[in-house]
């Protein structure tokens, strides 16, 4: 009899324990999504540095936790400091090796690092098993053209503008690679298909000036910059077209 | 020399000096109508000048702006299946991401829908006794 009551009030401890042990972690479990959730709250508010101290609560009730660690890498890059957002994205990596949006992030964070050799290796590597992702092409042209490499750039941007013909910033990028290699024509080809996008697109009128000054039509170039001045929220922008049109003094 | 001689050298050289002139002058003339490379004024130094800087910066190389990275994940954000899609997607998928709801009350309407009829309902404005008049 004494040994049946030994035996019950062992099983009720661990039953007991183990109830413990589960109610703990679901309520430690409720804690990091509260966290998260007012993490990705502040985050969308563009309160990052509140966002922050969400994810760092959550991450130290969980710090193995994939998901909080992606979003502290977003918030990081938001906030502008690439080192400790790639240092994140390269943790969730390890983690999961198979984790495409963390690596693809890593790609744009490396951009954001001046590492142009490193996102391109990423972007290639997304390519090599998906050749129709429109945004790794997009983004290794913005590597390629960032390292000065316009030529190869333009292809990519060809590749993404085939992909999502809609897609008026392709358009842009690829005009501005051909642009760069000398093809006047090409990139004012490319520059209408955005304007036909966009007809409010500052960038794509300068851009249009540069190339009729170039081509020697300053009376048209003056026209497009003055469009370019028109529509341009950049006060920069506006400034400097201001500036070449009193220059081309027509 | 003979007077007429030396007439004839003298017109002869004239002539020569005309003519190469007029031909230099057409051949100028037809390059700069024919190429638009030759009609052009050359740009100033300072117009390019300007044009570098702006297509460098204000003008530069245009990014996917907000949406360059694939936002947040987890319960209620986009998922970690919808993330990758949007990584892979031959189209630029961007903006699919719904408010957080960790705690989502479960006899709650779902979004867009009314709730059903329940046993309970909020009272309504007083009615007036008497009819309409």
Known sequence: ?250 | MPMHFRRILTTAAVSTAVLGGVLFNLSSGSNKSGDPAFAATTPSKNVLDLIDRALSGPAGIEDEGSYNLIDPIGPGASTSVSAADEVYASTLIVGKYTPWQAYRDPFAAAPGTTPPPGPYTPPGPPRRRGGSK
């Open chain 1, 1 to 250: 009899m004494k040994r049946i009551a030994w035996a019950v009030l062992a099983a009720a401890v661990v039953l007991g324990t183990s109830g413990t042990a589960k109610a703990q972690n679901f309520f430690r479990q409720m804690r990091v999504d509260s966290f998260v959730g007012s993490g990705i709250d502040l985050y969308h508010h563009g309160d990052y540095n509140g966002a922050l101290d969400k994810f760092e609560a959550a991450l130290r009730l969980s710090p193995d936790d994939l998901q909080v660690r992606y979003n502290r890498a977003l918030d990081l890059y938001a906030l502008g400091r690439f080192q400790d957002a790639a240092r994140d994205f390269k943790a969730c990596l390890v983690q999961q090796p198979d984790f495409v949006p963390a690596l693809f992030n890593l790609g744009v964070t490396d951009i954001a690092l001046n590492d142009y050799g490193g996102a391109k290796t990423i972007f290639d590597q997304i390519l090599s098993d998906h050749p129709t992702s429109m945004r790794a092409h997009f983004d290794l042209g913005l590597s390629q053209y960032l390292s000065g490499h316009a030529d190869q750039a333009e292809k990519d941007f060809a590749v993404a503008t085939l992909l999502h013909p809609q897609y008026v910033q392709a358009h842009y990028d690829r005009a501005l690679a051909l642009y760069k290699t000398g093809n006047l024509v090409g990139a004012d080809n490319e520059l209408g298909l955005a304007l036909k996008l966009n007809s409010s697109f500052a960038k794509a009128y300068f851009l249009r000036g540069a190339i009729r000054l170039r081509q020697g039509d300053n009376t048209e170039a003056r026209g497009q910059f003055e469009s370019a001045a028109k529509t341009a929220a950049d006060p920069v922008l506006k400034s400097l077209c201001a500036q070449i049109i009193a220059q081309i003094g027509v």
